[in-house]
């Protein structure tokens, strides 16, 4: 998402970074390229405006932090200012007086609606929530069947009846949630223009029956900045409580994100980054802020690892990893772990620096899917010993995979160099090819990593007791030798 905006900041960037004095026509010609930056996104003409001249005041107006050249203040306050209009923090849903959580999905036709009902229901699930989601579109032929398909997917129980009015079918689906004790109800309402009198009267007659908690207008980020049209017809005819982005990740301007929370007030609270159920996350404006500048979202990378990586198995993995004892087996189940965190491409977003270090290089969900291929196309001895793969089996493994023999070699030389790199971190010499780094990889380091995370120190390196005993042989050895010469 975002790409071109973050490749354009990340160029305007560059040039400020090299700069050791900034004059104030420095300041004024990147103030322009950041606002044509924002214009190519399609962001809204008064948004930008708006937040130019919040980056100008503040720019006038504060003294550079001695911790920081001037270049990298001007970044902290692109930064601090596309997250005010970004909407500062994160807005949660609203806590009911009495009664389940009732949401209104509202919105155009194809704008993501019952999709992201769907997420979103599949999000409260994972909460421990029980949630009810109610198929009141009944204008789009194929909407109800759609989710009850995704209700089934993600295990969630769907309130439909083809044969009645929206109203009616909203008023029974309000009584089965409190007969049944629903925490949650989802109401999935038809796709509507904000000028179609009939359909937005049928809105608000459901909106009187449900009393929703929320009214939460979906908007398709690849709209652009017409995004924000539809959100103030909305506004007119209905209260919203706030906003959700779908379809982030086709969306390579982010007009839609920038400019919408700015012209509306609404906060915006969820985004949709992908085609799975999972594929939907809490809006935080501060981490979006930074993806978008391209100094990535190592929070979400987090959390995303925390709740697809299991504890025990990534711990005994480490183990294996730090002693370079890992064999192909931990390497397929490793790259299916990182498969369901997301797409690759989006996960590289995450990581500071990443699209600057591999901008010349194509990383995708297809390299990973072959790479899966090859490994599943050897045998149970060949994935433990690598060094039984003699050429024979390299075409064979090839042949089965549908790759080349060169593609089998690629694999097999970077799993080599990835063991003998870890065999150099666990003995504390660190990683070649990167910078020598006093105590990469030894126990000052892991120190520092421990102390970070919080938790007890723990030697992640440690070698078993047998070379503990013949390094000290060595010294006393060496020792002995000294002795003689003197």
């Not at 090299?18 to 214009?39: M, T």
């Not at 012209?263 to 949709?272: D, H, Q, S, Y």
């Amino acid at each position: 998402m975002f790409e071109s905006l973050t490749d354009r900041f990340s160029g305007i960037f560059d040039k400020l970074r090299s700069k050791g004095r900034l004059s104030e026509a420095d300041v004024d010609a990147a103030l322009r390229e950041v606002r044509l930056a924002l214009l190519e996104a399609d962001v809204n003409v008064g948004v930008a405006r708006t937040l130019l001249e919040r980056i100008r005041t503040e720019v006038v107006g504060t003294e550079v932090a001695k911790s920081l050249t001037p270049g990298q203040q001007i970044i902290k306050l692109v930064n601090e200012s596309l997250i005010e209009t970004l909407g500062r923090e994160a807005v949660p849903l609203s806590t009911p007086t009495s009664g389940p959580l009732t949401i209104l999905m509202v919105g155009l036709q194809g704008s993501g609606k019952t999709t992201s009902a769907a997420k979103l229901a599949a999000m409260l699930k994972g909460q421990g929530k029980r949630v009810l989601l109610v198929a009141a579109d009944l204008q789009r032929p194929g909407a109800v069947d759609q989710l009850q398909q995704l209700g089934e997917r993600i295990g969630v129980s769907v309130f439909a009846d083809r044969k009645t009015k929206p109203t009616r079918l909203v008023k029974g689906a309000m009584k089965h949630a409190a007969t049944e004790e629903f925490d949650v109800v989802i109401v999935d309402t038809a796709g509507r223009l904000q000028v179609d009198q009939e359909l937005m009267a049928e809105l608000a007659d459901i909106r009187k029956v449900v009393d929703p908690t929320e009214v939460l207008l979906v908007v398709d980020a690849m709209t652009g900045q017409d995004a924000v049209n539809v959100a103030e017809g909305f506004l007119e005819k209905t209260r919203l409580t706030g906003v959700v982005l779908s379809k982030l990740d086709g969306d390579a301007r982010g007009g839609a994100a920038i400019s919408v929370r700015e012209v509306t007030g609404c906060p915006i609270k969820f985004a949709g980054i992908g085609e799975s159920p999972a594929d939907f996350e809490v809006f935080h404006p501060d981490r979006m802020a930074s993806r978008i500048l391209g100094m990535g979202d190592v929070l979400t990378l987090i959390e995303k690892a925390e709740a697809t990586w299991d504890e025990q198995e990534a711990e005994v993995m480490a183990d294996r990893m730090m002693r370079a004892e890992f064999t192909f087996e931990d390497f397929l189940s490793q790259f299916q772990q990182l498969r369901r965190m997301g797409p690759v491409g989006d996960l590289l977003g995450m990581i500071p620096g990443a699209r600057s270090t591999f901008a010349n290089v194509e990383v995708s969900d297809r390299d990973i899917s072959r790479v899966e291929a090859i490994i599943r196309s050897m045998t149970p001895g060949e994935r433990v010993d690598p060094k039984l793969i003699s050429g024979n089996r390299r075409r064979r493994i090839a042949s089965g995979s549908g790759t080349t023999i060169q593609q089998v070699n690629g694999l097999l030389k970077q799993f080599n160099e990835t063991r003998k790199m870890m065999q150099a971190f666990a003995a504390g010499k660190g990683i070649p090819g990167l910078p020598n780094i006093p105590g990469l990889g030894g126990k000052r380091a892991q120190k520092a990593i421990a102390a970070q995370a919080g938790l007890e120190e723990v030697d992640l390196a440690a070698k078993p007791r047998q070379r503990k005993v013949a390094a000290g042989t060595q010294r006393t050895k060496k020792n002995q030798r000294k002795k003689k010469k003197r």
